[in-house]
């Protein structure tokens, strides 16, 4: 069951970390990276979880807890680990549907999925899985690999409001990566709510990696969409405090943000957050961005505390 797993995310999630994996893999605690093993593996921002599919890749995990807040997020987890072939069948079904249409047919296919995905939320039962969750994250995954850009936003009511994308031939069903992703969550603690959720799968040895909402480089760069709840400058303060407050019960902790400094020299929030640990510049490319001006290589911080 801890076995290594080559899965990669099912999703593509705004801010993912596919272009860190190097950097942050560099930087695990040597005993880990000696080993093999990691005993507990906890992810309180777990996104697209392009960290964890690849950690799973190399590394015996014997205990993992992922965290987000975004509730259709950890719905889709859930499904994926617990139902994969029912999910597959949906997803296969919808991408023969929406592959024997023509562009303009697509569209409409597109926007009345959509539309049934808002509609349904407000009168949903996200408490106790049933057979509706199978097809809420069959649309999900299905939104997310045929809306344009393949990003996951909600506006403040909480509703999908992603326009159609225009890909000649989408891969909205990878059975083998569900599949995969399935064995690779296999006994996984799938949690939603805050990151402070994560408290109690936490103690002295354990792996945290935190990857936060991304601080806007600029006043104008709208980059903390992923849902409808903000992450401000407070909740990045309360972060630091969790994260003193873990690195005093001896858990090893590695954190990633976008580096302020990079676009003002004199802006320290983050390095005043964090002084006193580890904290290393490194050059990323960042995958997703609202106007696609911060699209080129930018520079990113690591901070750890080991
Ligand atoms: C930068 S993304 C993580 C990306 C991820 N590392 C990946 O590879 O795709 C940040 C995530 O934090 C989640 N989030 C925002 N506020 C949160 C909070 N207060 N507690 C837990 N998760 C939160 C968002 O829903 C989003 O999925």
Known sequence: MNKPVQAKPFL????????????????????IKESGVIKTYVEPFIGGGAFFFHLKSMFVIENACLVDINRELILGYKVVQQ??????????????????????????????????????????????????WIVRASYMIFLNKTCYNGLFRQNHKGEFNVPHGRYKKPKICDADNIRAVSRALAGVKLVCGDFTCSRPYIGPGTLGYFDPPYRPLTKTAS????????????????????????????????????????????????????????????????????????????????????
């Open 83 to 132: 139902e994969p072939d029912a999910l597959i069948a949906c997803l296969s079904k919808l991408e023969r549907d929406y592959l024997a249409l023509g562009s303009q047919a697509r569209r409409v296919f597109y926007y009345g999925i959509r539309e049934q995905y808002n509609q349904q939320m407000n009168q949903f039962d996200y408490q106790s899985f049933n057979e509706d």
């Open 223 to 306: 980059f903390t969409t992923y849902n409808k709840d903000d992450f401000t400058d407070d909740d990045q303060i309360r972060l630091a405090h969790y994260f003193r407050e873990l690195d005093e019960i001896g858990a090893l902790l590695l954190l990633s943000n976008s580096d302020p400094k990079a676009v003002n020299a004199d802006d320290s929030f983050l390095d005043s957050l964090y002084q006193g640990f580890t904290i290393d510049r490194v050059r990323a490319k960042r995958s997703i961005n609202c106007n696609g001006r911060g699209r080129g290589l930018i520079s990113e911080l690591i901070v750890r505390n080991y």
């Open 12 to 31: 593509k999630w705004a801010g993912g970390k596919t272009q860190l994996l190097r950097e942050l893999t560099a930087r695990l605690p040597r005993e």
